[in-house]
């Protein structure tokens, strides 16, 4: 019988556990012969373990029992990758709760070479959407496949109640969707619980795969794979309009074997499938084979690829095999049963062969699992380095305070010369601290020995950052703000900042990592309370990359500061490219400081590293006079033999980097002399920059941070040329019109690359319609002379501890991946925050989500809203959601315009720091708002906030969507009743300002490219509206305007 062993390895039906076999071919055996011909299986080997075939009598023909095909070995004839999706439908008007498991769906898909997923749905049903659904879709990187019936036309056979048909035969519409190499259908009730990557494999080398049904049904219309074609689908079309049905003899009269007669869903799918793609599979055969195709219907073992309770597995079945689970939803009587894990996959599960690891599905996908410290089995994302040298009280009570609030983080206490020995009082259980001693080489001032202590001591910490602890360090409590840079400390702006020539060489050296880097923070500040992210300190510090730095020449410019270790950092972590920036959490203690409110408030402004709510505060210079037990100090000991120390500045310098290779000292820093050495012209070379942006690339894609795990990147973004030093982080300049350097306004827009492929794959073009909104906004900006800056890279880390806490067991990446919709949406805040303190001044700024453009190009629309700003004497300018009939109360936070003032700034501070307080929320907002909280998205928070405060009420302008911010759903259709018919004039309605295209993102270039109006001022082949985005700025900028 045709299909009896196929094409691939199978196991003898029936037989008893100890002899299974499995068959192969040779490697030159087609899978398909030309003529539709039965591969003859060749000598029978013993099965290898990782294929067992784990179900009995559980695969057929479509007439008789037969061997189940081993996925795994088809798998090894196939093409190795290919363009692949996960098919699910749904029929009806869909919620959110109609994909239970979709999660597992993405991460499968993501290991199947990031397969698409679809969803189809018929039309009629699409448009009942809410458009909170779609956007919750398109946000998880589902497309929805619109199809035109649900069965198909002209069908024979239709019963009219309480029939399964729809719901069936809406899927054979995956049968056509022949782009892809291989396409697999699922049930929206399976979760998946392995890697799917061989099903599809094997499908796309000819093979129809199914499974019989968890009752014994000859096949489970849940799942199929195969190879698509369009004959295929036209095919069931066909065969619909000829076959009738019966419950004596089935589809066409074909009958019911291998079953005994009738079994559930016989009338639906499930008997249309089997009998057309297998009782049948000699007439798809002939028909495809004139088309090219080949057509090999095939069954495979339920138990592990479509799990449908115990019946028909193996008694000591291991639950751990099952890649795919469909049934049971919940326990029942069967202690045997495998379950569904709700996304805690089994942590003893074998992986699939091919991906060649012995991970669960999630742990395949997970990359950042926290490193651990190697005196203990706790994981850590923090670590302390403390440097030390004889003072005793300071010490104590700084490691008193680190292990109390930090129990789980591994200490490093590193005695630079000194007598005292700290070692015993280390070893203490109350401390739990690592000791170790070095020879006095007053690393504090001696760049070399600084960094080569510190790289070791980071390396022995293995923690994510570094926290490094001086004698004087207060800790109040445990930090709840997380690190957003690679390093930060005190906002030292006491002490005078690096001089512009240095900031240059220092950006030159960092050039040759990151090519458009420069540097943000030009100050002291890296004391002791400062973090530091592990990753920047092992390769900043570096011998090699420590001695391409000339100290010598820079200490003739910077003077005597050039080796104190808190600015001798900032040099060496420039001079690799790494990001400095003041951390809120690190603070200087001011004993001056005033008692009054009114002037503390009023020295706040003037010294910002004062911060009396900060976890770690420097200067706390009463700490050397603490009172400690006696206990403490008897422990304390001082060492046997002493040594000189060291005091000088300056004078400790290594060879070739590393402390085996010290020079005598004193000693002067090594000459160094061409590419590296230090002139004092103060000019920057961005010739390396310009080249790297013209390739629409930033070296610094996220795939160079393992923070972020996810795939994005900066390429197809409109970049300008230039890279102006008031940018932060990694963002970039789209184009800057102002007229003069500083002032003016500023358009922001964040765009990040999710986990799905709605914003376009690295190294691919961004998608049409996100090119075509940057091109529009960009040509606004341009016109009427604001600045344009998009943020393509998230603050890092993009995951909070409460947000780690709330996910439980599921890993780094998986915990990222559930809170990354909200974090980005937070991330508007926290730019609008940092732009409004931007050295450049602007004097308003206007955050757009992605997908929303300007388009009334007819007059200066920044300008406007500025102006009603200042008429009524307010700050912020809000818009609701008025096109809607329930949404004239509502903030939608997808256009902010801020004014320039306190209360602005304040709001966006306040805003941010809630949300990273999670649940506890914040205690006293800076605009008078107590106790609370922003655990979900910024939209929620800000409609929250305005109810419980009337100060800000009083500052914000609250203005109309239909005007500022209208839904784009307005020009097709929305999930919810509109609240105006002349929204239906769409782009011919004068009132309409900005166009915000969520929900409905790929009807963005329709609208701005394919109308007798070009909103991007490119015409069709400009960056916006181009098939592929490869074209440039024109060279007259004049056709912009």
Same mark, same amino acid.
């Given at each position: 019988?045709v299909g009896?062993?196929?094409?691939?390895?199978?196991?003898?039906?029936?037989?008893?556990?100890?002899?299974?076999?499995?068959?192969?071919?040779?490697?030159?055996?087609?899978l398909l012969?030309?003529?539709?011909?039965?591969?003859?299986?060749?000598?029978?080997?013993q099965?290898?373990?990782?294929?067992?075939?784990?179900?009995?009598?559980?695969?057929?023909?479509?007439?008789k029992?037969?061997?189940c095909?081993?996925?795994?070995?088809?798998?090894?004839?196939a093409?190795?990758?290919?363009?692949?999706a996960?098919?699910l439908?749904?029929?009806?008007?869909m919620?959110?709760?109609?994909?239970?498991?979709?999660?597992?769906?993405?991460?499968?898909?993501?290991?199947?070479?990031?397969a698409?997923?679809?969803?189809?749905?018929?039309?009629?049903?699409?448009?009942?959407?809410?458009?909170?659904?779609r956007?919750?879709?398109?946000?998880? +990187?589902?497309?929805?496949?619109?199809v035109?019936w649900?069965?198909?036309p002209?069908?024979?056979? /239709?019963?009219?109640q309480?029939?399964c048909?729809?719901?069936?035969f809406?899927?054979?519409?995956?049968?056509?969707?022949?782009?892809?190499?291989?396409?697999?259908?699922?049930?929206?009730?399976?979760e998946?619980?392995?890697?799917?990557?061989p099903?599809?494999?094997?499908?796309?080398?000819?093979?129809?795969?199914t499974?019989?049904?968890?009752?014994?049904?000859?096949?489970?219309?849940?799942?199929?794979?195969?190879?698509?074609?369009?004959?295929?689908?036209?095919?069931?079309?066909?065969?619909?309009?000829e076959?009738?049905?019966s419950?004596?003899?089935g589809?066409?009269e074909?009958?019911?074997?291998?079953?005994?007669?009738?079994?559930v869903?016989?009338e639906?799918?499930?008997?249309?499938f089997?009998?057309?793609?297998?009782?049948?599979?000699t007439?798809?055969?002939?028909?495809?084979?004139?088309?090219?195709?080949?057509w090999?219907?095939?069954?495979?073992?339920?138990?592990i690829?479509?799990?449908?309770?115990?019946?028909?597995?193996?008694?000591?079945f291991?639950?751990?095999?099952?890649?795919?689970h469909?049934?049971?939803?919940?326990?029942?009587?069967?202690p045997r049963?495998?379950?569904?894990?709700?996304?805690?996959?089994?942590?003893?599960?074998?992986?699939?062969?091919?991906?060649?690891?012995?991970?669960?599905?999630?742990?395949?996908?997970?990359?950042n699992?926290?490193a651990?410290?190697?005196?203990?089995?706790?994981?850590?994302?923090?670590?302390?380095y403390?440097?030390?040298?004889?003072?005793?009280?300071g010490?104590?009570?700084?490691?008193k305070s680190?292990?109390?609030?930090?129990?789980?983080?591994?200490?490093?206490?590193?005695?630079?010369?000194g007598s005292v020995?700290?070692?015993?009082?280390?070893?203490l259980?109350r401390?739990?601290?690592?000791f170790?001693?070095a020879p006095g080489?007053n690393?504090?001032?001696n760049?070399?020995?600084?960094?080569?202590?510190?790289r070791?001591?980071?390396e022995?910490?293995?923690?994510?950052?570094? /926290?490094?602890?001086?004698?004087?360090?207060?800790?109040?409590r445990r930090?709840?703000r997380d690190?957003?840079?690679d390093?930060?400390?005190?906002?030292?702006?006491?002490?005078?900042s690096?001089?512009?020539?240095?900031?240059?060489?220092?950006?030159?050296?960092g050039g040759?990592?990151?090519?458009?880097?420069?540097?943000?923070?030009?100050?002291f +500040?890296?004391?002791?309370?400062s973090?530091?992210?592990?990753e920047?300190?092992?390769?900043?510090?570096?011998?090699?990359?420590?001695?391409?730095?000339?100290?010598?020449?820079?200490?003739?410019?910077?003077?005597?500061?050039?080796?104190?270790s808190d600015?001798?950092?900032?040099?060496?972590?420039?001079?690799?490219?790494?990001?400095?920036?003041p951390?809120?959490e690190?603070?200087?203690?001011?004993?001056?400081?005033?008692k009054?409110p009114?002037?503390?408030?009023?020295?706040?402004?003037?010294w910002p590293?004062?911060?009396?709510?900060?976890a770690f505060?420097?200067?706390?210079?009463?700490?050397?006079?603490a009172n400690?037990?006696?206990?403490?100090?008897?422990v304390?000991?001082?060492?046997?033999?002493?040594?000189?120390?060291?005091?000088?500045?300056?004078?400790?310098?290594?060879?070739?980097?590393?402390?085996?290779?010290?020079?005598?000292?004193?000693?002067?820093p090594?000459?160094?002399?061409g590419?590296?050495?230090?002139?004092?012209?103060?000019?920057?070379?961005?010739?390396?920059?310009?080249?790297?942006?013209?390739?629409?690339?930033?070296p610094?894609?996220?795939l160079?941070?393992?923070?972020?795990?996810?795939?994005?990147?900066?390429?197809?973004?409109p970049?300008a040329?230039?890279?102006?030093?008031?940018?932060?982080?990694?963002d970039?300049l789209?184009?800057?019109?102002?007229?003069?350097d500083?002032?003016?306004?500023?358009?922001?827009?964040?765009?990040?690359?999710?986990?799905g492929?709605?914003?376009?794959?690295?190294?691919?073009?961004?998608?049409?319609?996100?090119?075509?909104i940057?091109?529009?906004n960009?040509?606004?900006?341009?016109?009427?002379?604001?600045a344009?800056?998009?943020?393509?890279?998230?603050?890092?880390?993009?995951l909070?501890d409460?947000?780690?806490?709330?996910?439980?067991?599921?890993?780094?990446?998986?915990?990222?991946?559930?809170?990354?919709?909200?974090?980005?949406?937070?991330?508007?805040h926290?730019?609008?925050?940092?732009?409004?303190e931007?050295?450049?001044?602007?004097?308003?700024?206007?955050?757009?989500?992605?997908?929303?453009?300007?388009?009334?190009?007819?007059?200066?629309?920044?300008?406007?809203?500025?102006?009603?700003?200042?008429?009524q004497?307010?700050?912020?300018?809000?818009?609701?959601?008025?096109w809607?009939?329930?949404g004239?109360k509502?903030?939608?936070g997808?256009v902010?315009f801020?004014r320039?003032?306190?209360?602005?700034?304040?709001?966006?501070?306040?805003?941010?720091?809630?949300?990273?307080m999670?649940?506890?929320?914040?205690?006293?907002?800076?605009?008078?708002?107590?106790?609370?909280?922003?655990?979900?998205?910024?939209?929620?928070?800000l409609?929250?906030?305005?109810?419980?405060s009337s100060?800000?009420?009083?500052?914000?302008?609250?203005?109309?969507?239909?005007?500022?911010n209208?839904?784009g759903?307005?020009?097709?259709?929305?999930?919810?009743?509109?609240?105006?018919?002349?929204?239906?004039?769409?782009l011919?309605?004068?009132?309409?300002?900005i166009?915000h295209f969520?929900?409905d993102?790929?009807?963005?270039?329709?609208?701005?490219?394919?109308?007798?109006?070009?909103?991007?001022?490119?015409?069709?082949?400009?960056y916006?509206?181009?098939?592929?985005?490869?074209?440039?700025?024109p060279?007259?900028k004049?056709?912009?305007?």
């Open positions: 019988a009896a062993v196929g094409a691939v390895g199978a196991v003898g039906a029936g037989a008893k556990r100890s002899s299974l076999i499995r068959y192969e071919i040779s490697p030159a055996a087609s012969t030309a003529q539709s011909e039965p591969v003859q299986p060749v000598q029978p080997v099965h290898s373990a990782h294929s067992e075939i784990e179900c009995s009598d559980c695969c057929n023909d479509g007439q029992n037969v061997p095909a081993d996925v795994e070995e088809c798998a090894k004839t093409p190795n990758t290919g363009k692949y996960l098919i439908s749904y029929v009806g008007k919620g959110l709760e109609a994909l239970p498991f979709l999660e597992s769906a993405k991460a499968a898909a993501e290991l199947a070479n990031k698409d997923i679809l969803i189809l749905m018929m039309k009629s049903d699409a448009v009942t959407m809410n458009i909170s659904v956007q919750k879709l398109q946000e998880q +990187g589902v497309q929805v496949h619109v035109d649900a069965l198909p002209s069908m024979k056979y /239709i019963k009219q309480n029939w048909g729809q719901k069936d809406i899927r054979l519409h995956a049968l056509g969707l022949d782009s892809y190499d291989a396409v697999a259908y699922f049930d929206n009730d399976i998946f619980q392995g890697d799917i990557t099903v599809l494999r094997c499908a796309s080398a000819g093979n129809f795969l499974t019989n049904g968890g009752l014994g049904e000859a096949l489970n219309v849940g799942f199929f794979a195969l190879k698509p074609h369009r004959l295929l689908l036209q095919a069931a079309e066909e065969f619909a309009k076959a009738d049905y419950e004596l003899n589809w066409a074909e009958g019911w074997k291998p079953c005994n007669g009738y079994y869903g016989g639906c799918g499930q008997g249309f089997h009998t057309l793609f297998y009782k049948r599979q007439i798809l055969k002939e028909k495809l084979l004139g088309a090219g195709q080949k090999n219907p095939l069954q495979i073992d339920k138990c690829w479509n799990y449908q309770t115990t019946f028909q597995c193996d008694r000591d291991d639950c751990s095999r099952v890649r795919v469909h049934k049971p939803m919940k326990p029942g009587s069967d049963e495998c379950l569904k894990t709700k996304g805690k996959v089994l942590a003893s599960k074998t992986s699939s062969p091919i991906s060649a690891t012995s991970h669960s599905l999630v742990r395949l996908l997970s990359t699992e926290p651990r410290h190697k005196d203990g089995d706790k994981t850590a994302r923090f670590g302390f403390f440097p030390v040298h004889d003072q005793v009280e010490v104590i009570e700084v490691l680190a292990r109390h609030f930090y129990p789980e983080a591994p200490i490093y206490v590193l005695q630079d010369g020995d700290f070692g015993p009082l280390c070893k259980p401390f739990n601290c690592t170790e001693r080489e690393s504090r001032w760049p070399h020995s600084w960094f080569a202590r510190m070791n001591a980071t022995f910490l293995q923690t994510e950052y570094v /926290i490094y602890l001086e004698p004087d360090v207060k800790i109040t930090h709840i690190p957003l840079n390093a930060g400390g005190v906002y030292d702006n006491f002490n005078p690096m001089s512009t020539e240095t900031k240059a060489y220092l950006e030159r050296l040759d990592r990151e090519p458009c880097f420069n540097i943000t923070w030009t100050h +500040g890296l004391c002791g309370g973090y530091f992210r592990s920047a300190i092992l390769d900043a510090f570096k011998p090699e990359h420590v001695l391409r730095i000339d100290w010598k020449k820079l200490r003739e410019k910077e003077g005597d500061k050039t080796m104190s600015f001798a950092m900032l040099v060496a972590l420039s001079a690799r490219a790494w990001t400095v920036y951390w809120e690190s603070a200087q203690y001011f004993n001056d400081a005033p009054d009114s002037h503390l408030l009023q020295f706040q402004k003037r590293a004062f911060n009396a709510s900060a505060q420097h200067n706390h210079k009463e700490l050397y006079h400690i037990s006696n206990d403490e100090r008897t304390v000991a001082a060492f046997s033999d002493s040594a000189a120390d060291t005091t000088c500045h300056g004078c400790v310098w290594y060879k070739d980097g590393r402390p085996q290779s010290r020079m005598r000292i004193p000693s002067d090594p000459n160094i002399e590419e590296f050495s230090f002139t004092f012209s103060g000019v920057l070379n961005r010739t390396a920059c310009a080249t790297a942006k013209s390739s629409l690339h930033f610094g894609s996220l160079a941070h393992p923070d972020y795990i996810l795939n994005a990147g900066s390429d197809g973004l970049l040329k230039d890279h102006p030093s008031w940018l932060l982080k990694s970039a789209v184009v800057d019109a102002r007229r003069k500083g002032g003016g306004m500023l358009i922001l827009q964040p765009v990040f690359m999710e986990a492929p709605l914003w376009g794959q690295a190294s691919t073009p961004r998608p049409r319609w996100l090119r075509s940057l091109a529009t960009r040509l606004h900006a341009r016109r009427y002379g604001h344009m800056v998009i943020r393509w890279l998230p603050s890092k880390p993009q909070l409460w947000q780690r806490q709330q996910c439980g067991d599921l890993s780094e990446k998986e915990c990222t991946k559930q809170n990354e919709r909200e974090n980005f949406n937070w991330e508007k926290r730019m609008l925050q940092e732009y409004l931007s050295s450049q001044n602007f004097s308003h700024v206007m955050m757009l989500d992605a997908d929303a453009a300007l388009v009334r190009h007819e007059h200066n629309i920044l300008g406007s809203v500025a102006k009603q700003l200042a008429i004497n307010r700050d912020i300018f809000f818009t609701n959601e008025d809607l009939e329930s004239s509502r903030i939608n997808g902010i801020a320039n003032r306190p209360f602005a700034k304040d709001l966006f501070k306040d805003t941010v720091d809630a949300h990273s999670g649940p506890q929320g914040l205690a006293s907002w800076r605009i008078g708002i107590k106790n609370h909280q922003c655990t979900s998205n910024e939209q929620i928070c409609n929250d906030a305005m109810d419980a100060e800000m009420r009083a500052h914000v302008l609250l203005a109309s969507g239909i005007r500022y209208r839904g759903c307005t020009l097709r259709h929305c999930g919810e009743p509109i609240s105006d018919e002349n929204l239906k004039l769409g011919d309605d004068p009132r309409l300002e166009l969520m929900g993102h790929t009807l963005a270039d329709q609208v701005l490219c394919d109308r007798p109006v070009d909103f991007t001022g490119e015409d069709a082949n400009g916006g509206c181009s098939v592929d985005g490869s074209s440039v700025l060279s007259d004049n056709s912009y305007l």
